[in-house]
């Protein structure tokens, strides 16, 4: 059975248009409480509690009210950490031995979407069960607690110092960053107050991008997804290399000092890589995204590459089936499980500099052995409920660009689990081949609804 409001990321949708309106979140934050709290085990006089935090965006203030509101309604504390990373919600909710951890974010959107998105005690992503759970408590009337059961709220007031302190201890403590000189561009979002201080305390001089957010900027012009931003920082400052993050603080890319860009699949490589040289790997989780060169780069070093669902949700349910540690995406999510329950682009960044401060190479280096194949990723924006599996001209149009491909690259057709669009992938040895048969099946899917 499918999901009604749940994405493969929360919920997700443009401020003030259902579901993300204040009445609907409320309603939200007291199925959840519902749902997701086990009172079971907890003494008599201990309410459940929860952690809230968000990101820059203005709409976060309406928000995080209504979703508070939901949550006191069903019983539930309510600990309140203002602007913090999506992974820092998620150490938080274990460190604190909270029941649930709750994030009001639409990661690399504009700032009128946002979103709502949850974790498990455990720092996890919800299963899609738990999810579908929420949903038809939804479909319930909302009620509220007779008063001496219901939940209070206060602020953690240490929660960026403790997340911190959380980053640093990822690193190896035979290392620093003496000597390097970092751009750090966290998109004007959840990371502006902490990422800079992660690398400045690990000895790193800091070049700080998009750190001033309004909430209106978040990702405009900036972070992981606007990459131009950084590049032109890095040149301009002379500096060793540069991180970006985006408004949420769980992806991640990076450029060298000459200017160049990498991306999820590379930087996944050069922790994979590095952890190799230590000890045996045996896999790392990608998705069907992934660049067949990052495949066979890894295959190279006899680690096996396995292909989950686009979303870090299904790479890390992989990593945990297969028992890996290592996985992410090539849009820059990257999960180290060894160092945190789900993706986090300040730690995957402090895996790469550690990879590169003990090898003593710079990115270009520890990337020498992967070549990526030529990748075109075209979003058409589609209306709500098209059947585009069904349509004949797009099925024409697939089977024409595989015939061309002729073997040697990849189709990839998907919806977008977070906005109304229709992904199209084309991937193969030639830019040029690539480009064309990418261009032809979007041309189909948008004469397919008249576009």
Request: net charge negative.
């Amino acid at each position: 059975m499918g999901r009604k409001y749940f994405g493969t990321d929360g919920i997700r949708g443009r401020v003030g248009q259902a579901p993300i309106t204040p009445d609907f979140v409320m309603r939200l934050g007291f199925a959840a409480g519902s749902a997701l709290v086990a009172k079971d085990g907890l003494p008599a006089n201990e309410r459940p509690a929860v952690l809230i935090g968000k990101d820059t965006r203005i709409s976060g203030y309406m928000l995080e009210a209504s979703l508070e509101a939901g949550f006191s309604a069903a019983g539930v504390d309510v600990m309140l950490c203002g602007p913090m990373p999506t992974p820092a919600v998620a150490y938080l909710t274990r460190a604190l031995r909270l029941q649930a951890g709750v994030v009001i974010s639409a990661s690399h959107n504009p700032y009128d979407d946002n979103g709502i998105k949850f974790f498990s005690a455990q720092g996890t992503k919800l299963a899609d069960a738990v999810e579908r759970d929420i949903e038809a408590l939804l479909d319930q009337p909302m009620t509220c607690m007779d008063s001496a059961r219901l939940g209070r709220a206060r602020r953690v007031d240490d929660a960026a110092g403790r997340y911190i302190e959380f980053c640093k201890s990822t690193f190896p403590n035979d290392l620093d960053l003496r000597g390097l000189k970092i751009v750090v561009d966290s998109a004007h979002g959840a990371a502006y107050h902490v990422a800079p201080s992660v690398f400045h305390e690990l000895g790193a001089e800091i070049v700080g991008v998009g750190d001033t957010p309004n909430g209106l900027n978040i990702n405009h012009e900036v972070g992981a997804t606007a990459p131009a931003a950084l590049r032109c920082a890095v040149l301009e400052a002379r500096a060793d290399c540069g991180i970006a993050l985006d408004g949420d603080g769980d992806r991640l890319v990076m450029v060298d000092a000459a200017g160049a860009l990498y991306d999820g699949d590379q930087l996944l490589y050069v922790i994979a890589r590095h952890r190799a040289l230590m000890r045996p790997l045996a896999g790392v989780a990608g998705t069907l995204m992934s660049n067949l060169g990052f495949e066979h780069a890894l295959a190279r070093l006899g680690i096996a590459c396995g292909r989950a669902r686009v979303g870090d949700r299904y790479v890390l349910e992989m990593m945990q089936e297969k028992g890996w540690l290592l996985g992410g995406e090539n849009s820059g999510h990257i999960i180290c499980l060894d160092r945190h329950t789900t993706g986090d682009g300040i730690i995957a960044a402090l895996q790469v500099l550690a990879a590169l401060r003990a090898t003593k190479e710079t990115l270009s280096e520890a990337c020498a052995d992967l070549t990526l194949y030529p990748q075109k990723l075209i979003n058409v924006r589609m209306p709500a409920g098209f059947d585009w599996a069904a349509d004949a001209g797009i099925r024409s149009a697939v089977k024409a660009a595989e015939a061309t491909l002729d073997g040697g690259g990849r189709v990839l057709l998907r919806p977008s689990g977070t906005e109304p669009l229709l992904r199209v992938m084309v991937e193969g040895r030639e830019a040029t081949l690539v480009t064309g048969q990418a261009e032809a099946i979007a041309a189909a899917v948008r004469q397919a609804f008249g576009e």
